[in-house]
């Protein structure tokens, strides 16, 4: 996001008295993890744009840049991460062509998922697809081995304002908390989405903080809408599901002071967002498009990681915890 439009969603947010949260629930709170955050990647290693973050494992991370796309596999670095030694993977459509303008990334059963907002080829265009990629593939130029082209689906957007943040979350946790399937107006029924995989994918809309539920058909490219929900934030720009917690968080960048929201299912099968934290003390107001909690417990913390996409003082990935 521009620092033009992230002045103007602050303005908006303050006037309107949300203090970055929806109207009719809590006031943001302390970060409930450690105050402290550290810098987790070398000197200018990569540079502006760096965006969305998802843990494959404990101790495999993927980063996706939009400008231009590319993937990047990070291992651990000591304390921090580094792309591995094949380096970054540069992102193709499935025709092999294009610039996907690459902003969010979850790692998968289905493989390696990215939410892009245009092509980078053709800036003028609003282009919200969602694309599959082989991450166990060694080539360093990956074309899509599967994409979704939800543009017909979604609102009308500025092309710098589209699909900014991916999630998903597997069907055995939505079936044991009684899901609503907003189309069929019942509980979540895996069975009626044929080659879907194993769960759905929670995409989130920077212009309106809106996150979409799919259930991505991965043999044919075709996709149904299973929910919409409100974020609690104007605008959005990434998603994390803890499996660990049942929440699904939601984060805001330097807009929105830094703020990340948590999202829990309630009786009635909505996630509904339960509470907005501010952004840890040791961390300034950055501009953060990326959020991801490692799946390991150690000594009592998870280690979070955050991608800063203005690179500032030379640094994109910053680390911080959240408690077991």
Not at 189 to 215: K, M
């Amino acid at each position: 996001m521009s620092r033009m439009r992230a002045a103007l969603v602050a303005l908006a947010v303050a006037g309107l008295g949300l203090a970055g949260t929806s109207p009719g629930w809590g006031a943001p709170v302390a970060w409930p993890g450690g105050s402290a955050v550290a810098t987790a990647d070398g000197s200018n290693v990569f540079g502006t744009n760096l965006s969305g973050l998802s843990f494959q494992s404990a101790g495999v991370v993927w980063a996706v840049k939009n400008g231009p796309g590319k993937a990047y596999r990070l291992v651990p670095d000591g304390a921090g991460w580094k792309p591995d030694p094949s380096g970054a993977r540069t992102l193709r459509y499935a025709n092999g062509k294009g610039d996907p303008d690459a902003e969010g990334v979850v790692a998968t059963p289905d493989g390696i998922v990215v939410a892009t907002e245009r092509d980078n080829n053709d800036d003028n265009t609003s282009l919200l697809k969602v694309l599959r990629y082989d991450g166990s593939s060694s080539a360093l130029t990956l074309n899509a081995t599967r994409e979704w082209n939800l543009t017909s689906d979604l609102p009308d957007v500025d092309p710098n304002s589209g699909l900014e943040a991916i999630s998903w979350i597997p069907d055995t946790f939505l079936t044991a908390h009684g899901f609503r399937d907003e189309r069929t107006g019942t509980t979540y029924n895996p069975a009626a989405y044929a080659d879907h995989g194993a769960g759905l994918y929670f995409v989130g809309l920077e212009d309106n903080g809106t996150i979409y539920a799919y259930a991505l058909n991965q043999s044919t490219s075709t996709y149904t809408r299973v929910a919409t929900i409100p974020s609690g934030f104007a605008e959005l720009m990434d998603l994390e599901f803890d499996p660990a917690t049942g929440r699904l968080w939601a984060a805001c960048d330097n807009g929105c002071q830094g703020r990340t929201t948590t999202l829990e299912l309630n009786t009635t099968g909505k996630f509904a967002p339960t509470a907005t934290y501010n952004r840890p003390a040791g961390m300034t107001n950055l501009n953060n498009e990326g959020f991801a909690i490692s799946p390991t417990c150690t000594t009592g913390t998870k280690t979070v990681l955050w991608s800063d996409d203005n690179n500032t003082n030379n640094h994109a990935l910053r680390r911080g915890t959240l408690p077991c």
